[in-house]
């Protein structure tokens, strides 16, 4: 019951910026985390930023300083503002979410994965 809708791949130069959007909607008890994850052809799943119900963050040391997660916990939305996008950043990008579906227990929920193109 738990949906991840996301928003805002495409085709960007190199240098360019996009910014994803990922709303969770559905039977939420309470959001524990929200992250980004990324697929890149012939490379395993990455896991490129996470954001706690708190507001903390972690990134992956290769988009550290370019990409920004962040979050709108009214709106169970992430965020991922990508800023300086190199060719190597081309993947799925993935949202999930480490919620729980009620007081004790929790699961992660994924997105269907929205692509992002960086090429000239």
């Known amino acids: 019951q738990v949906q991840l809708v996301e928003s805002g791949g495409g085709l960007v130069q190199p240098g360019g910026s996009l910014r994803l959007s990922c709303a969770a909607s559905?039977?939420?008890?309470?959001?524990?985390?929200m992250s980004w994850y990324r697929r890149a052809p012939g490379k395993q799943r990455e896991l490129v930023a996470t954001?706690?119900?708190?507001?903390?963050?972690n990134y992956a040391d290769s988009v550290k300083g370019r990409f920004t997660i962040s979050r709108d916990n009214a709106k169970n939305t992430v965020y991922l503002q990508m800023n300086s996008l190199k060719p190597e950043d081309t993947a799925v990008y993935y949202c999930n979410t480490l919620a729980k579906y009620d007081y004790y227990n929790s699961r992660t929920y994924w997105g269907q994965g929205t692509q992002v193109t960086v090429s000239s």
């Open positions: 954001i706690t119900s708190g507001g903390s963050t």
């Open positions: 559905g039977s939420i008890f309470s959001i524990i985390a």
